[in-house]
Nanobody, 121 residues
Framework: QVQLVESGGGSVQAGGSLRLSCAVS????????MGWFRQAPGKEREGVAA???????RYSDSVKGRFTISKDNAKNTLYLQMNSLKPDDTALYYC???????????????WGQGTQVTVSS
C-alpha cells in the first residue's frame, strides 16, 4: 500500500506563492497517476492537477497557468507549485495516487491527510 504525507501548506496573501509536497512511501505502482485535489468548506472535492508516470499532466481551468505539478522520482515526492494565489484557492489540499489514470477524477485508491492552504485578500 502507498502512504502519502502532504506538507507545505500555510497562510499567504493574494498574489503570493506556496509549494506543496507529498512524500510517497511504500510501493508505488510501476505505472501510476498522482493528483492534487482540494476541498473548501461546503464544496465538493475538486481535482486541481495530475501527473502520470509517462509525464503527461492535466490541470483544472481554474489553476491553469498558475499551478505546476511535478514529481521528483529520486526523492519519491510529488510537488505542486502554486503561484499568483487567490482567496478562492483557500482549501484543504490532498494528494492521491493510483495505477489507474484518474487524472482529475477523485477516484484514486490512496489519499493523504491533507494540508491547509489559506489565501487572504
Amino acid at each position: 500500500q502507498v502512504q502519502l504525507v502532504e506538507s507545505g501548506g500555510g497562510s499567504v496573501q493574494a498574489g503570493g506563492s506556496l509549494r506543496l509536497s507529498c512524500a510517497v512511501s511504500g510501493y508505488l505502482y510501476s505505472t501510476y497517476c498522482m493528483g492534487w485535489f482540494r476541498q473548501a468548506p461546503g464544496k465538493e472535492r475538486e481535482g486541481v492537477a495530475a501527473i502520470a508516470s509517462d509525464g503527461s499532466t492535466r490541470y483544472s481551468d481554474s489553476v491553469k497557468g498558475r499551478f505546476t505539478i511535478s514529481k521528483d522520482n529520486a526523492k519519491n515526492t510529488l510537488y505542486l507549485q502554486m503561484n499568483s494565489l487567490k482567496p478562492d484557492d483557500t482549501a484543504l489540499y490532498y494528494c492521491a495516487a493510483d495505477w489507474v489514470r484518474w487524472y482529475l477524477t477523485a477516484r484514486y485508491r490512496d489519499w493523504g491527510q491533507g494540508t491547509q492552504v489559506t489565501v487572504s485578500s
